[in-house]
């Protein structure tokens, strides 16, 4: 009882759904009775072309004559012309194959109860094509029978495709019952991953879901650049209709419902099989050949061929096909699946993927008038064959690129494999060269910082070490200028060390640590040159064993620094001036950082002071508010004299906090 009561509520809902898109259909051809003939023509033959668009748009096709009088208005020989129509436009069709889908998508909340909806609505919506048929009468270009099956197909079909969805999504008993019967035939007939069967399925549903939008998305793209394009063309074609407003808004109603099948067109063009309008016509990526066409302004939009070029559009699909597939299969299990299976899902989907393409290509193919133009549209089997080509095996490769582990494919390497160790040493050898790189342009920040400048100038130092931050500086003599030369020569050259360091202590890296202090930044940019041999050596703190070596009070150069030529009178006087002029600049520079931070100091002091200050207000006014605040922990004490029947003993009770004060 549940599931006829079911059906004959989704019958009515069906029937409400195609009187509604008799009604879409029925405005604008009363508008143009209305306007344009004056009532003049007869109510049943608006009757009958209202009944035979909606039919139209539901995949039933049309037929009727053209009197020679009428031939002959139109430019063509004055003889009789026989016209079929049979390129439905799909706007209607795609809102009642929606309008079907929400409904069957609604009965499958209500588990087995609401198989019957879709049944009922095939019915509901049959009776009206039924009507529809009767009332187009003569129009009708097939079987009576063909002409009511197909409309109750076009909106029951989806609506037991949106039942059977909601029924696997929320796993009814009845899908599970199904299911597992068919994984136990499968087990009996030895399919060793039969009770992975639901598993699969659904990625190989999900990934075809995912190309099919893919196509879809990309053909919407491509018809809307084509608008964009041959916007001048279409604004041509307008106005050479020569129509008032009505025509205007009419024509664009009627290019409006014939829109998916320009998506479809433009999806067939992608793929390289292209669309044709008309005999002997063709619209392919590489060329485009076309002859006399409808006056549609929608027409104008049609792309020239780009020749060579005409392969980009196949491949831009490829690749997005490669993207979606890598996305999918990183995604979900299907990267650790086994690699028979990685393959045969992306190349399943692609299969499926086309056969649908090749029956929306098939609603997209049909005639548009007499003679030649009774064949546009795609092929097929054609259209469908290149998209699941190009669709599965552009996932395929996806898949495939998600699963590739460099790392593994290194290890599984063996070693006694000639070149294995340049190939196992390459990552170390990249990661030593970003490391000099990373070096060189620490270095360049900072500007030349070697002694002497130049090529021969030694390497800058190693990239900072976070785990030395905690070793010691090196020591150098206070009250020494040239200790100041020395620190100041270290800070910018990480090659010069100190007397007595060896050249393995920290050669100024932690003085490079602070070269984001702004007191020490403006000597970064400073290269002090050492001081030759021939002048007095720097005063420095000496390692306990450094007293042996004979040379500790002079400065090591680095490596591949150069050696210091002999000293003259004349460069030692230089010298002795710039190292004069040195020690002035770096006395004034240290008096300018005792200044500052003097400032800083006091600053900070002030700071400090003003905090006791806040803070010694806020502790007076605490205790003000505290001082007469009412608190149950306060009592006082009262005589017990007044009470008969009690002890003297002194009580207590609760009070202000004045009253314990004294207040």
């Given at each position: 009882?549940?599931?006829?009561?079911?059906?004959?509520?989704?019958?009515?809902?069906?029937?409400?759904?195609?009187?509604?898109?008799?009604?879409?259909?029925?405005?604008?051809?009363?508008?143009?009775?209305?306007v344009?003939?004056?009532?003049?023509?007869?109510?049943?033959?608006?009757?009958?072309?209202?009944?035979?668009?909606?039919?139209?748009?539901?995949?039933?096709?049309?037929?009727?004559?053209?009197?020679?009088?009428?031939?002959?208005?139109?430019g063509?020989?004055?003889?009789?012309?026989?016209?079929?129509?049979?390129?439905?436009p799909?706007?209607?069709?795609?809102?009642?194959?929606?309008?079907?889908?929400?409904?069957?998508?609604?009965?499958?909340?209500?588990?087995?109860?609401?198989?019957?909806?879709?049944?009922?609505?095939?019915?509901?919506?049959?009776?009206?094509?039924?009507?529809?048929?009767?009332?187009?009468?003569?129009?009708?270009?097939?079987?009576?029978?063909?002409?009511?099956?197909?409309?109750?197909?076009?909106y029951?079909?989806?609506?037991?495709?949106?039942?059977?969805?909601?029924?696997?999504?929320?796993?009814?008993?009845?899908?599970?019952?199904?299911?597992?019967g068919?994984?136990r035939?499968?087990?009996?007939?030895?399919?060793?991953?039969?009770?992975?069967?639901?598993?699969?399925?659904?990625?190989?549903?999900?990934?075809?879901?995912?190309?099919?939008?893919?196509?879809?998305?990309?053909?919407?793209?491509?018809?809307?650049?084509?608008?964009?394009?041959g916007?001048?063309?279409?604004?041509?074609?307008?106005?050479?209709?020569?129509?008032?407003?009505?025509?205007?808004?009419?024509?664009?109603?009627?290019?409006l419902?014939?829109?998916?099948?320009?998506?479809?067109?433009?999806?067939?063009?992608?793929?390289?099989?292209?669309?044709?309008?008309?005999?002997?016509t063709?619209?392919?990526?590489?060329?485009?050949?076309?002859?006399?066409?409808?006056?549609?302004?929608?027409?104008?939009?049609?792309?020239?061929?780009?020749?060579?070029?005409?392969?980009?559009?196949?491949?831009?699909?490829?690749?997005?096909?490669?993207?979606?597939?890598?996305?999918?299969?990183?995604?979900?299990d299907?990267?650790?699946?086994?690699?028979?299976?990685?393959?045969?899902i992306?190349?399943?989907?692609?299969?499926?993927?086309?056969?649908?393409?090749a029956?929306?290509?098939?609603?997209?193919?049909?005639?548009?008038?007499?003679?030649?133009?009774?064949?546009?549209?795609?092929?097929?089997?054609?259209?469908?064959?290149?998209?699941?080509?190009?669709?599965?095996?552009?996932?395929?490769?996806?898949?495939?690129?998600?699963?590739?582990?460099?790392?593994?494919?290194?290890?599984?390497?063996?070693?006694?494999?000639?070149?294995?160790?340049?190939?196992?040493?390459?990552?170390?050898?990249?990661?030593?060269?970003v490391?000099?790189?990373?070096?060189?342009?620490?270095?360049?920040?900072?500007?030349?910082?070697?002694?002497?400048?130049?090529?021969?100038?030694?390497?800058?130092?190693?990239?900072?070490?976070?785990?030395?931050?905690?070793?010691?500086?090196?020591?150098?003599?206070?009250?020494?200028?040239?200790?100041?030369?020395?620190?100041?020569?270290?800070?910018?050259?990480?090659?010069?060390?100190?007397?007595?360091?060896?050249?393995?202590?920290?050669?100024?890296?932690?003085?490079?640590?602070?070269?984001?202090?702004?007191?020490?930044?403006?000597q970064?940019?400073?290269?002090?040159?050492?001081?030759?041999?021939?002048?007095?050596?720097?005063?420095?703190?000496?390692?306990?064993?450094?007293?042996?070596?004979?040379?500790?009070?002079?400065w090591?150069?680095?490596?591949?620094?150069?050696?210091?030529?002999?000293?003259?009178?004349?460069?030692?006087?230089?010298?002795?001036?710039?190292?004069?002029?040195?020690?002035?600049?770096?006395?004034?520079?240290?008096?300018?950082?005792?200044?500052?931070?003097?400032?800083?100091?006091?600053?900070?002091?002030?700071?400090?002071?003003?905090?006791?200050?806040?803070?010694?207000?806020?502790?007076?006014?605490?205790?003000?508010?505290?001082?007469?605040?009412?608190?149950?922990?306060?009592?006082?004490?009262?005589?017990?004299?007044?009470?008969?029947?009690?002890d003297?003993?002194?009580?207590?009770?609760?009070?202000?906090?004045?009253?314990?004060?004294?207040?």
């Amino acid at each position: 009882m549940r599931s006829f009561v079911t059906a004959v509520i989704a019958a009515i809902e069906a029937a409400a759904v195609a009187l509604a898109g008799v009604i879409a259909v029925a405005i604008p051809v009363l508008l143009i009775w209305i306007v344009t003939f004056g009532l003049a023509a007869e109510p049943a033959a608006v009757a009958s072309w209202v009944a035979g668009i909606w039919l139209l748009g539901h995949l039933v096709p049309l037929g009727f004559t053209v009197p020679a009088e009428s031939a002959l208005a139109f430019g063509l020989p004055p003889e009789a012309l026989q016209v079929g129509l049979s390129l439905a436009p799909l706007g209607i069709t795609l809102l009642t194959a929606a309008l079907g889908a929400r409904s069957g998508w609604r009965f499958g909340g209500r588990g087995g109860a609401g198989a019957s909806g879709p049944l009922g609505g095939a019915i509901g919506f049959g009776a009206i094509a039924l009507i529809a048929t009767l009332v187009a009468g003569p129009l009708v270009a097939a079987p009576r029978w063909l002409a009511v099956l197909v409309p109750a197909l076009v909106y029951g079909a989806p609506a037991l495709l949106g039942f059977l969805v909601r029924a696997a999504r929320d796993e009814h008993e009845w899908w599970d019952r199904a299911i597992g019967g068919t994984q136990r035939a499968l087990d009996h007939a030895g399919l060793r991953s039969a009770a992975a069967l639901r598993g699969r399925a659904a990625l190989v549903a999900r990934l075809c879901g995912i190309l099919l939008a893919l196509l879809i998305g990309l053909a919407a793209i491509a018809l809307a650049v084509a608008f964009v394009v041959g916007y001048a063309r279409i604004i041509e074609l307008s106005q050479s209709l020569q129509m008032d407003p009505l025509g205007s808004i009419l024509v664009f109603i009627a290019q409006l419902v014939a829109l998916p099948i320009g998506v479809l067109w433009a999806a067939a063009w992608l793929t390289g099989g292209g669309f044709a309008i008309g005999v002997g016509t063709s619209v392919t990526p590489f060329e485009t050949l076309l002859g006399p066409l409808p006056a549609l302004p929608i027409f104008g939009a049609i792309p020239q061929g780009w020749g060579a070029l005409g392969a980009l559009p196949p491949a831009i699909l490829a690749l997005a096909a490669i993207a979606a597939g890598a996305v999918f299969a990183r995604r979900t299990d299907l990267r650790r699946a086994s690699w028979p299976v990685a393959v045969i899902i992306p190349l399943l989907a692609g299969a499926f993927a086309g056969l649908i393409v090749a029956g929306l290509s098939a609603l997209a193919t049909g005639s548009i008038g007499p003679d030649r133009l009774a064949s546009t549209g795609s092929s097929p089997w054609l259209v469908g064959g290149l998209a699941a080509a190009e669709l599965g095996i552009g996932a395929l490769i996806g898949v495939s690129a998600a699963r590739f582990d460099v790392a593994r494919v290194r290890e599984a390497i063996p070693e006694e494999l000639p070149g294995s160790a340049a190939v196992r040493g390459m990552r170390e050898r990249v990661s030593e060269r970003v490391g000099a790189v990373a070096a060189s342009v620490q270095g360049a920040r900072g500007g030349d910082r070697s002694p002497r400048g130049g090529a021969d100038a030694p390497e800058q130092a190693p990239e900072r070490d976070e785990s030395q931050d905690d070793l010691p500086t090196l020591p150098i003599a206070e009250g020494s200028e040239d200790s100041l030369i020395a620190a100041a020569y270290s800070s910018a050259s990480g090659s010069v060390s100190a007397p007595g360091s060896g050249g393995g202590g920290p050669r100024g890296d932690d003085r490079l640590d602070r070269l984001d202090d702004p007191d020490f930044a403006d000597q970064e940019t400073d290269v002090v040159e050492p001081l030759p041999r021939g002048d007095a050596p720097l005063a420095a703190e000496e390692s306990p064993g450094a007293a042996a070596e004979s040379e500790a009070d002079e400065w090591e150069l680095g490596p591949d620094a150069e050696a210091s030529p002999e000293a003259t009178p004349d460069a030692d006087a230089e010298l002795g001036e710039e190292a004069e002029a040195e020690r002035e600049r770096l006395a004034a520079r240290r008096a300018a950082r005792e200044a500052r931070a003097a400032e800083r100091a006091a600053a900070a002091e002030a700071a400090r002071e003003a905090e006791d200050r806040e803070a010694e207000r806020a502790a007076a006014e605490s205790d003000a508010l505290l001082a007469y605040s009412w608190d149950p922990s306060v009592v006082t004490e009262e005589s017990s004299e007044s009470v008969p029947d009690q002890d003297s003993s002194p009580r207590r009770k609760l009070g202000w906090r004045g009253v314990r004060r004294g207040r």
